[in-house]
C-alpha cells in the first residue's frame, strides 16, 4: 500500500495491516486508518547509538564462537549487508530486515525493541514470524511476536515478581515510557505512552508481556 506524508508529500511503500508510520524524512507520525492517513500533529525523534541495527536495512546472522548472543543454540553475532559482502561471508543462518524501532527508557536508562521480518533463512523457522530484538547496553535478546492482543491483558499485569505463569517464572515487572519510534508497526504507537512489561523466564527460554498503547503483545524466545 502506498501513502504520501501529509507533512512533506513524502511516498511510502508500506505493508498491509501496518497502523503507526513514521515519515523517515520529516519525522512525523502518521496513523492508517481504513486505509487512510490521519495526521497526528506529533513528531518522533531518536537520538543515534552506536549499533549494528538500523531501520530499512537488512542485516545477516552468522556463526561467531566468540560472540554472547545465542540463536538457535548457537552463538551468534549480527552484521550489515555491507559488512557480508566486504568479508566475503556466504554462509549465514538468518537474513533479516528490521522495519520498525522503538526506544524505551526508564530510571534503569534506555533500550531499543528492533521489529525484524526474517526474509530467508537456512534453519527451520517459520519465515512469516516477526521478531522483537532487544538491545540493552550491547546485550541482544531475540524473541518473536507470539500475539497482538487488542486489549490490556490485566491478569497478567496483576501478578507478582517470583510467581510462575503458565510455565514460566515472573522475573521482573516494570514500566518504560517511549521516547521515541521509527518505521512502521502493526499497533498503534504514541510518543510518551507508558509501557508496562512482564519479563517472564522458563528453562532454557524467555517471553515477555509489554503493553503499547492499547496493545498487549506477547512475546516468545526462540
Ligand atoms: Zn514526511
Known amino acids: 500500500m502506498e501513502i504520501t506524508c501529509p507533512s512533506c508529500g513524502a511516498r511510502h511503500n508500506i505493508q498491509a495491516g501496518m497502523l503507526s508510520v513514521v515519515c523517515e524524512y520529516c519525522n512525523n507520525i502518521m496513523k492508517i486508518e481504513r486505509d487512510e492517513v490521519v495526521e497526528t500533529g506529533q513528531k518522533s525523534f531518536i537520538l543515534p547509538f552506536p549499533t549494528v541495527f538500523d531501520v530499512g536495512k537488512y542485516f545477516y546472522v552468522i556463526e561467531n564462537k566468540k560472540s554472547n548472543d545465542k540463536l538457535f ?8 549487508d555491507k559488512e557480508l559482502y566486504e568479508r566475503k561471508l556466504k554462509d549465514y543462518i538468518a537474513k533479516l530486515y528490521v522495519y520498525g524501532q522503538i526506544r524505551y527508557t526508564n530510571d534503569g536508562g534506555f533500550w531499543d525493541d528492533w521489529f525484524v521480518r526474517i526474509l530467508e533463512n537456512k534453519k527451520d523457522i517459520d519465515r512469516n514470524k516477526n521478531f522483537v530484538i532487544k ?6 535478546n531475540i524473541q518473536y511476536i507470539s500475539k497482538i492482543q487488542e486489549d490490556i491483558n490485566h491478569e497478567i499485569f496483576s501478578k507478582s515478581v517470583g510467581l510462575s ?3 514460566y517464572f515472573i522475573q521482573e515487572i516494570g514500566t518504560a515510557s517511549i521516547e521515541g519510534f521509527k518505521g512502521d508497526f502493526p499497533f498503534f504507537v504514541d510518543n510518551q505512552d507508558n509501557s508496562k512489561y512482564v519479563d517472564l523466564v522458563a ?4 517471553a515477555e508481556y509489554k503493553i503499547i498503547g492499547n496493545n498487549t503483545l506477547f512475546l516468545q524466545g526462540i
Open 73 to 80: 543454540g548457537k552463538n551468534v553475532e549480527y552484521i550489515s
Open 203 to 206: 528453562q532454557n527460554t524467555t
Open 165 to 167: 505463569y503458565n510455565g
Open 135 to 140: 538491545e540493552n547496553e550491547g546485550l541482544i
